[in-house]
């Protein structure tokens, strides 16, 4: 979603310096005097010298370049006999560029739309999963739904990664071979994770698994590529079935029918979606390996972290108040279905830190329209999740009590979930990653060995990532170089 916010970007300060060239002139006096008329425009409209540092690095300067043509000891001093000399001239609003970030809420709104309707697979499919619970009190089923999604998140979030890398670069036909060769090994991982955690007696469940994590590539194809509502076409007769379990009881063939439609619908669009982004590879094409395979790690890493985040807070419904079914719970349909004002709140932030930037005179001033931006933000998240989450129980069958546990519990998970996406949005993706890693990490040991109740250790440990991913935030968005374009 977010992370497409900052790709393409990579490697601007590791260019080595090449002079531009110009027609000939007589030689300036001061080379520094020449530096300066080239750059008045962007050194007038800096708020700092820190910025003008890094207009400096981004044109491939090194300090060993600065220290021979320009006799400064590095590019913060360069930087700050520029700013110095250089009157400031904030663009004003009617100069601005349009709003770069500007995007639509409703398109947000149908992708948090399209990634909450499949959980209504496990209503369409209930009677297919159906099982006395195991000795953990969990339904029966749960290990391998969770082995095969949990695999299938962590596959398919490096994937998109991988492929909004190739989009950034404006190579369209290197994303679709990405897709096309990424993809089905994801779902062919998560089906084998699903079997091999299957318990006797849970190999219906397996292959429902199976299903869901072919799926789960399909909509990873669907989505990067900017095909939500091919997908969300794919989902309509599995979600007009869900509603039809509410006033007929249908058979399991007919179940089983429509969520293979849907299913099989995925599969078509996805196909025929990589198909229009670009031919199969050739020589040429094998012949370009791309960014490292690695470089995508951070980004699955952080799709295993959130991911866990969100099933521990549906796992925790169930442990503590019997809310069932872990997988679909409505403490992580909330969170799920708030992803779309998230991402939209996301692109609202960097369309006012870019307008804070043309507005603010002084670097305190900046800093604080940021300060203020993040938190109207925040909390326009958190009321959006907290609405959800209301709703969410009084409409759904047997869900728990909304007591201030479970809320807070949710809300702060919310915040650290809403934090890690601004970070991973502005390409810290490896400390997002770590925190929610963390905390995921805690959340699952407690949970394992039985150490404290989840409505406790929920809040807990979420409070303390949310305090770090803030920490993070302040100190990575305070600074105006952050938040150019």
Known sequence: MSGSLW????????????????????????????????????????????????????????????????GRHDSFALAEELYARVE????????????????????????????????????????????????????????????????????????????????????????????????????????????????????GTAWFAAGQALYLGAATVLLTLGRERDLLYALLPMAAGAALTLPYDLSEAARTGLLLLSLGAAAVFAGRAVAAAGPGGGAAARSRSGPPLTASLPSALFGLGTGLLVLYAAVGDVLADGAGSAVAAPSAVALTLSMGPAEWLLYRFRSESAAGLRASTTAHGFRRTIVSAIAVCLAGYLVVLCGLTVTGTLLWPGAPHLGAGRLTGLLLTGTVLWTALLLQSFGAVRSAAAVCCAAAGVQVVCLATGTGHPRVVGPLVAGAAAVVLAALVAALLGRATAHRV
Request: glycine content about 10%; charged content about 20%; some cysteine.
């Open 7 to 70: 790709l393409g970007k990579e490697g601007q300060d590791t260019l080595p310096y090449i002079p531009r060239q110009r027609p000939k002139a007589a030689p300036a006096d001061d080379p520094m005097d020449e530096l300066a008329t080239r750059l008045e425009e962007l050194i007038a409209a800096a708020v700092h010298p820190d910025e003008v540092a890094a207009i400096l690095e981004s044109d491939g300067m090194t300090d060993a370049h600065i220290r021979t043509t320009y």
């Open 88 to 203: 400031r001239r904030y663009p004003s609003a009617t100069d601005a560029a349009a709003d770069p970030w500007h995007t639509s809420l409703a398109a947000c709104l149908l992708r948090g739309l399209v990634f909450a309707l499949p959980g209504l697979a496990y209503v369409l499919g209930a009677p297919l999963l159906a099982g006395p619970p195991d000795s953990r009190g969990l339904p029966s089923g749960t290990v391998p739904l969770l082995a095969a999604a949990i695999t299938g998140w962590v596959w398919n979030q490096g994937l998109s990664h991988r492929t909004y890398v190739w989009l950034g670069l404006g190579d369209r036909p290197a994303a679709a071979r990405a897709l096309r060769s990424g993809a089905p090994l994801g779902a062919l991982l998560s089906a084998l994770a699903a079997l091999a955690a299957a318990g006797p007696g849970e190999l």
